[in-house]
């Protein structure tokens, strides 16, 4: 075959892009020409078989739950464990006894103990930033929700490191494991969070348990990943020392490649809390008390700075959690103090330990210390001034945000949709098949191809063909944003130091937020949707980029200088190049961050698989609906997955 | 240095079980509190017993109520939880949560015991079936959903509003988002809606555009009334916002249904009395709060005040306080029966 085609096809047309392109300009012709034929469009609340049967399924699960044995005796005592578990902690910081005032410690006792240990494991200037922000939470007027925050998140946490960890040391060091564990995680990091909010709480119930469960399967994945790396990326020298010195395995893994693995894991412990964190807010849904809350409260009375407010606090968390973790790391790997630093430095933990202990006593005697004080609560004047600025934003920029929406949406966003959607559906397997035969082989030409069947018989392929038309559109726009942001970073540490607060917050603001503001600049629209998916995963991208052109070496970028390459030329001929491992990790990533929004773009006039499954969220009789639009969100991650995890191995 | 090391992160929460253990014997401000909360508990029950010497209170218990995403259940929600917590010293949880069926599986599992306003025309029967949750009446509030217009739109093509003619007036409402058809924009995925039966039934050139959220239809005509640019959308009342921004409705013949899944297209959305569910467990408890929930009934206008005094910035226990100190009688007359009543 590939001699025939060496032989017989001219030379342009084995270019890849010429071949794409010419397969498109075909596709448009042949979309065009039947429009609107077989593209399976069926109404919001119309059910298929399959869609049915899932319904059934849920009302079974439904029905059986009270004497299930499964329930009774597995599910109901796993559910009340966690429970528990999370309540203690909630009980210390949180959530008072009935009838009393406070929790266990009041809030000065908090902050000193938080200091403490963030200055126990790395060192005061990022356990005075920690107290601050911490503090600042009080100061939005957001002390309970935050705590409660906290609480679940450091719950599912330590219940996500328990499990997290040994698999993660596990499918470091055995293959066989990793390979049977690789396709779990990666179905789990596709899939999105609000697809198994609700059928979590059919099987656990609402409230604390199944926010935590939900958190932990969404930040297990994430845990387990970098762990694993840890292990594997460890260098031979020093392990196959240890093996000729006749340790023994447990031996080998304790003394030697846990202790030289550290630095990466804690950074899979950080990573692992900031997933917890995001997700905790979004629980709220299904009942998990915390700063979800006010956010959801804020949006069903519009109320753009309480909604602020709440967010804000939960980037101070995040921005928190982050900088303790990530100091914690470098801490770790600094030269241990000797002599007199040493000295001084057991003095001063002396000394923090009994200032933080009297502070949990005084916190548990004196009112003003117990109870965050309402003179130090600036949530009103705080609010408000977000509302008057969000007013101003909105009515300002309104025709501008319309009128943009209203070109782009005509030239770019409505044709890709009519590829995809309006065309025939056997057409648009047919194309993408081919594209994908083209960039990523066979092999992933067959599986797209199955898995685009698979959707078809699910019945829900033209919401399918919307959701992904915006899913690409917005990947686009990320990675655009990604790399020229990125680049920026990466070169230039001033404008990294100015970037990283705005990282942080798009990276954890919970997309909630900022639905009305985006609403009111651009209405109930799919370009709306676009823009939140943009907003969340941007940032990612933009860290992964900087960090690759970072991590080009300074000789090749200074070779370059010193052979007479302008600024664009570095760039473009080195720095890029150079990076591309994280350019593709980028690509992926920023990918499965915009499938991870897609539902909220239901929330903001998207339409597609996103709409369907709040819907199916929110009217017991499409529920099957709604969890076969989840499974069809999946199926769609998988297919887009591959094709680039193929295309980026060829190249 | 390893050791040292090691022997520090031992310190650590050695250190803050030491602490806690220390702190936690000191005296707490709970103690106060909780001393403070027992007096005023039997002064309280004093003066009931003194001034009232009628029946007695009975123990009311902890309750939880499901807590939807519009501020007409916001407001409905928060004033019966007032006058539980107020009146008949009941523990009222509030848990946000999503309508509908999350809601009943979690009052199914005893999570939630009250929802106070459901729109849902008999979507809770298989709950119900179970035995699970019972329908506990009406609570006064009507709801009529319907399309709308804006005020401008209605006075300028004064038959816009006859809903069998909105054919004439598609290209008005054409966007980028429908291309030549009109949109028709349709309500949050939980809400009833009979939307694309209408359509069809009609024939109508207008295609579906699910916004998704109440906030999302709420900027919409906000938008359509301020900047006088067209809009076709789904709302209801009660409603607030129906008070701040002149909407005209788009008419259709009479209605003749009322399970969304029976309605031919043909006809307009019926009236439809609001529901208040409850788990059985609450009904047979024989619970004061009981009492009050089956009670509790007011009229769109009362909880069309509480809302906008929440929408106006107050927080829905201040506007609930509110309205409560000036309808003592109302509050009173769902009291009835409890033995307690407010003054």
């Known amino acids: 075959m590939k001699a025939y085609i060496d032989t017989h096809v001219p030379e342009f047309l084995r270019r890849k892009w010429v071949l794409i392109v010419g397969l498109l300009v075909v596709w448009f012709v042949l979309g065009r020409i039947f429009k609107g034929v077989h593209t399976l469009d069926i109404g919001n609340s119309e059910d298929t078989p399959t869609t049915e049967v899932l319904g059934q399924f849920a009302a079974n699960i439904r029905a059986a739950r009270a004497e299930n044995p499964i329930f009774v005796y597995i599910f109901n005592p796993f559910r009340q464990g966690i429970e528990s578990f999370v309540e203690v902690i909630r009980a210390v910081i949180s959530d008072p006894a009935p009838g009393a005032l406070i929790p266990v410690i009041g809030w000065v006792g908090i902050l000193a ?150 630095r990466t894991i804690i950074l899979g412990v950080n990573q692992t809390t900031l997933a917890a964190l995001s997700f905790v807010v979004i629980a709220a849904l299904i009942g998990a008390p915390g700063l979800g809350e006010p956010v959801l409260q804020a949006l069903s009375i519009r109320n753009i700075g309480d909604g602020v407010t709440a967010g804000l606090a939960v980037v101070f968390i995040a921005v928190m959690l982050d900088r303790s973790t990530t100091a914690a790391v470098v801490h770790s790997n600094q030269i241990p103090l000797t002599g007199k630093p040493l000295l001084v430095r057991r003095l001063s933990l002396g000394a923090a330990a009994i200032a933080t202990i009297v502070a949990i006593m005084i916190s548990r005697q004196q009112l003003w210390a117990a109870v965050f004080p309402e003179s130090l609560d600036f949530r009103d004047p705080i609010g408000n001034w977000f509302d008057a600025i969000t007013e101003w934003f909105t009515t300002t920029f309104y025709f501008l945000t319309t009128s943009f929406n209203e070109v782009f949406t005509l030239n770019i966003l409505n044709p890709i949709e009519y590829l995809l959607a309006d065309a025939p559906w056997y057409l648009t397997i047919i194309m993408i098949s081919v594209i994908a035969a083209i960039i990523g082989g066979r092999t992933v030409a067959i599986l797209s191809a199955i898995l685009l069947l698979l959707i078809v018989w699910i019945g829900l392929w033209n919401d399918t063909m919307i959701t992904l038309t915006q899913v690409l559109i917005a990947t686009t726009i990320v990675m655009l944003i990604g790399v020229v942001l990125g680049v920026a970073a990466g070169r230039n540490a001033k404008f990294e130091r100015i970037l990283k607060p705005f990282l942080d917050a798009g990276q954890t603001l919970p997309a909630f937020v900022y639905l009305v503001p985006v609403l009111a600049l651009f209405g109930p629209t799919r370009f709306a949707a676009i823009v939140c998916g943009v907003f969340y995963a941007a940032p990612v991208v933009v860290r992964v980029v900087a960090d690759g052109v970072r991590g080009v070496p300074k000789e090749m970028v200074e070779a370059a200088i010193a052979s007479g390459s302008s600024t664009t030329q570095v760039v473009t001929k080195v720095q890029l190049p150079a990076s591309k491992k994280s350019l593709l990790l980028g690509a992926n990533q920023g990918l499965i961050f915009v499938l991870a929004v897609v539902v909220i773009g239901g929330l903001v006039g998207a339409g597609g698989l996103g709409y369907l499954v709040l819907q199916g969220a929110s009217k017991p009789e499409l529920q099957g609906k709604g969890l076969a639009a989840g499974l069809a969100i999946v199926l769609l991650g998988i297919v887009m997955d591959r094709i680039a995890h193929a295309s980026a191995r060829r190249s | 240095m390893r050791r040292n090391l090691t022997k520090r992160m031992a310190a650590l929460p050695l250190l803050a079980v030491a602490g806690l253990v220390l702190a936690g014997c000191g005296d707490s401000v709970n103690d106060a509190a909780t001393e403070t909360a027992t007096e005023e508990a039997a002064v309280a029950t004093e003066e009931a017993v003194t001034e009232e010497a009628a029946e007695e209170v009975a123990a009311c218990g902890d309750w939880a109520i499901a807590m939807h995403g519009w501020v007409g259940y916001t407001a409905s929600a928060q004033v019966v939880a007032e006058v539980a917590q107020d009146a008949l010293g009941c523990t009222i949880e509030q848990t946000q949560l999503e309508e509908a069926g999350v809601t009943y599986d979690a009052m199914e599992a005893g999570s939630i015991d009250v929802i106070v306003e459901d729109w849902g025309g008999g979507r809770w029967q298989e709950w119900v079936d179970r035995g699970a949750i019972q329908e506990v009446g009406t609570n006064g509030n009507v709801g009529l959903i319907g399309m709308y217009v804006p005020q401008w739109m209605a006075d300028e093509y004064p038959d816009i509003t006859d809903g069998t003619k909105l054919n004439d007036y598609a290209e008005l409402f054409q966007t980028p988002e429908t291309g030549d058809k009109g949109a028709w924009y349709e309500g949050p995925p939980g809400y009833t809606t009979i939307g694309e039966k209408i359509i069809d039934a009609y024939g109508l050139n207008y295609q579906v555009v699910s916004t998704g ?43 003749d249904w009322t399970d969304p899944a029976e309605a031919s297209g043909m006809t307009d959305y019926p009236e439809s009395p609001l529901m208040k569910l409850a788990t059985t467990e609450l009904v047979e408890s024989g619970s004061p709060f009981a009492t009050l929930v089956a009670n509790f009934n007011w009229t769109n206008d009362d909880q069309n005040m509480v809302a906008a005094d929440i929408e106006g910035g107050m927080t829905p226990q201040e506007a609930a306080q509110k309205w409560i100190a000036a309808n003592k009688d109302t509050v009173n007359s769902w009291l009835a029966g409890t033995g307690a009543s407010i003054s």
């Not at chain 2, 900047?227 to 002149?246: C, I, M, R």
Request: glycine share 6%; proline share 5%.
């Open chain 1, 113 to 262: 103990f938080i200091g403490f240990i963030v200055f126990a494991t790395s060192n005061w200037r990022t356990s005075l930033l920690s107290m601050v922000l911490i503090f600042g939470c009080g100061v939005l007027g957001m002390w309970t929700y935050s705590m409660d925050t906290l609480a679940l998140t450091i719950g599912a946490v330590v219940l996500s490191l328990v499990i997290a960890l040994p698999i993660g040391i596990w499918a470091g060091l055995n293959d066989r494991v990793m390979k049977t564990v690789r396709p779990v995680l990666d179905l789990a990091q596709i899939l999105p969070t609000l697809v198994y909010l609700a059928p979590l709480a059919l099987v656990f119930l609402i409230g604390i348990a199944a926010s935590t469960i939900a958190t932990m399967i969404y930040s297990i994945p994430i845990g387990i990943r970098i762990t694993a790396h840890a292990i594997r990326s460890l260098q031979n020298g020093p392990i196959e020392a240890a093996e000729s010195m006749g340790s023994t395995r447990w031996q080998k893994l304790t003394k030697v490649q846990l202790p030289m693995a550290k």
């Open chain 2, 213 to 255: 959220s109440e906030a999302a239809l709420i900027e919409l005509f906000t938008q359509a009334a301020d900047n006088k640019t067209a809009a076709l959308g789904y709302f209801y009342e009660p409603q607030n916002f129906l008070a701040q921004v002149d909407l005209a409705r788009v008419n259709f013949p009479a209605n």
